[in-house]
């Protein structure tokens, strides 16, 4: 895997008074922002030691920029598919922004001599970015000497041979098709056009946490839960609890219905009867044995009816989503996948169902960019 420093565009802290504010908006008016002088173009290219740190975690990782081909040529691997209006969508704010401004989140096998490498880097340098943005801790490193960003990228190259997408497909899906664009507009790309690099935030495997991702789904007025529960009882073993509660291990779902929580756990012949690893992830049974065949839902990816909450809300937040919806909802809770299962399987089965995985940390906006006109 190789990957490049460059010269990145990152806030001038000083001019910002209220970062919760700032940050939460840098989405949608980082054109303003960048036009009135909140962000300075660094001299000298480099790579950059990322670390967010909550009172629960803390997540180490490098900043960087990857030629577009090692995402052509699947060194970089995706492992959900992608929907072309939301590409187009990307493509403007690209031309918006005149470039990147959230880095795609890579996730690797560890490898020990980087872990060693970044521990040094936070053990003996003040860092040179510090921003508090949503309960969490923010330090970035900047690694302007060549022999640091020379070192990692040795390691990358000799250690790394693919690294996956744990967020970000349609980020890294649009900036192929805006360098294919480019591509065919110019004929031949310099090979510093920055057209050529993927904006990367790389993690190594124990840098990363798989969360659950879990659903809350509109039912018609007229749903009939008793009905519902004896369908389920036809696939799975059903059980009332008394209390809110999530799912303890693999195959595993808890469900809340008009205030009331079950505990499902598939039967062993529903699993059974599905032939590949991939087929027998709880989302993917969850989408063919309740979705389609009970709830009678045809078009999972597209359908309007199902609203994805991430695992860092908790159950509060699959039933904040639920209070918050006119009509009757069901709320369905998943155990996370783990990481040996996602590595596995997207490497022999390729694509998984939308939603499969919910990566932490989540990475924000606008903290270092990779600007077009770099």
Request: neutral net charge.
């Amino acid at each position: 895997m190789n990957i490049h420093p460059f010269r990145a565009s990152v806030p001038s802290l000083d001019r910002i008074f209220n970062p919760a504010l700032f940050f939460s908006k840098a989405k949608h008016l980082y054109p303003v922002y960048y036009k009135n002088g909140y962000f300075t173009k660094l001299n000298k290219k480099a790579l950059f030691v990322y670390r967010q740190q909550t009172n629960a975690d803390s997540h180490v990782g490098i900043i960087a920029a990857t030629h577009v081909q090692d995402y052509i040529q699947e060194h970089i691997i995706k492992h959900e598919e992608t929907l072309e209006a939301k590409e187009e969508k990307m493509v403007k704010l690209f031309e918006e922004r005149n470039g990147q401004i959230k880095p795609v989140l890579l996730t690797y096998p560890t490898v020990t001599e980087i872990d060693v490498f970044l521990k040094h880097i936070i053990e003996t340098r003040e860092p040179d970015q510090h921003i508090d943005y949503r309960d969490a801790e923010h330090d970035i490193w900047f690694l302007h000497l060549e022999k640091d960003y020379n070192y990692i990228q040795q390691l990358f190259k000799d250690k790394i041979e693919k690294a996956y997408i744990a967020d970000g497909h349609h980020r890294a899906a649009t900036l192929s098709r805006y360098y294919r664009y480019a591509l065919d507009r110019l004929k031949v790309l310099p090979e510093n056009s920055p057209y050529n690099y993927l904006f990367c935030a790389f993690f190594g495997t124990n840098e990363l946490t798989i969360a659950d991702y879990n659903r809350v789904v509109r039912v018609k007025e007229d749903f009939d839960k008793e009905a519902f529960i004896e369908a389920l009882k036809k696939v799975a073993h059903i059980t009332a609890e008394l209390e809110p509660c999530k799912p303890q291990r693999k195959h595993e779902l808890t469900i809340v219905i008009d205030n009331q929580w079950y505990r499902l756990r598939w039967a062993l012949k529903t699993i059974k009867q599905e032939s590949s690893r991939l087929k027998q992830l709880d989302v993917s049974l969850l989408n063919q044995q309740i979705f389609n065949n009970i709830l009678n839902m045809e078009n999972i990816r597209s359908s309007e009816a199902i609203e994805y909450i991430g695992g860092d809300r908790g159950i509060e937040g699959v039933l904040n989503k639920m209070k918050a919806i006119k009509g009757r909802t069901i709320g369905f809770m998943l155990a996370p996948i783990s990481t040996t299962d996602f590595m596995q399987i997207v490497d022999k089965e390729g694509v998984m169902p939308p939603k499969s995985t919910y990566f932490m940390p989540r990475i924000h906006n606008a903290f270092v960019n990779l600007m077009f006109d770099n």
